[in-house]
């Protein structure tokens, strides 16, 4: 079993649509990172987090420490959203999960 | 501040060449990771430094790999001898104190 588990690993939106993509870990962390890794290769950090939730623009994470779960929602969704999504921890090191290939259509 | 660089962006060698890969962290960051991305094995943590200093090298696949980092603003990734299965992005990141974690651009390594 996976240390961090990712859902689902891909999902195809219609533009304007509300997506979720979750993240499971079963390691204790101090922070959980989402990061966004588009068609050319580059790797952006979403997000930090260790408690509560985050926001910025119409992007939001949430993160449950008791339920060692964290999501990242979009809102209004938009085909340059389009990515690779990662959930990565933070203990002793980063660990990573697989990925969500996340496709919205026009 | 200009983010991490990495240097080449792109890298095709023959196999038993010796590769050397380089990053700049960006100024301030005390921490300085090296990832390697494939199809099969996802982002996996090859090396990380904290303050210049190698803590967990455990994910170096084996002696063929090395990494330094002289001083707080450059490391390098050396692979000698280059093997096929060495190809691969390798992506250099640095953060402050488990802070956010700031990615390069990567480094396509193709190794004919």
């Known amino acids: 079993k996976n240390e961090v588990e990712q859902s689902p690993q891909n999902l195809t939106a219609q533009e304007g649509e509300f997506i979720t993509i979750n993240c499971s870990y079963s390691?204790?962390?101090?922070?959980l990172h989402w990061l966004q890794q588009h068609p050319g290769g580059g790797i952006v950090s979403l997000f930090m987090l260790s408690s509560g939730k985050k926001k910025h623009g119409r992007l939001i994470a949430t993160i449950n420490i008791q339920e060692k779960h964290s999501s990242l929602h979009i809102t209004a969704s938009h085909p340059r959203d389009s990515a690779v999504y990662i959930c990565?921890?933070?203990?002793?090191?980063?660990?990573f999960g697989e990925g969500t290939q996340l496709t919205v259509n026009p | 501040d200009a983010g991490v660089i990495q240097s080449p962006r792109h890298e095709v060698t023959e196999m038993g060449q010796e590769v050397t890969l380089r990053c700049k962290p960006i100024s301030g960051h005390n921490s300085l990771f090296w990832y390697r991305q494939t199809m099969m094995r996802g982002l996996e943590l090859l090396i990380y430094f904290n303050n210049n200093v190698p803590i967990d090298d455990s994910g170096m696949p084996e002696d063929r790999f090395s990494a330094k980092m002289p001083n707080a603003s450059f490391s390098t990734l050396k692979i000698q001898p280059s093997e096929p299965r060495d190809s691969a992005v390798y992506f250099c990141a640095s953060s402050l104190g488990g802070a956010a974690v700031f990615f390069g651009s990567g480094t396509q390594l193709s190794v004919l």
């Open positions: 990565a921890v933070s203990g002793s090191r980063l660990t």
């Open positions: 390691v204790g962390i101090s922070a």
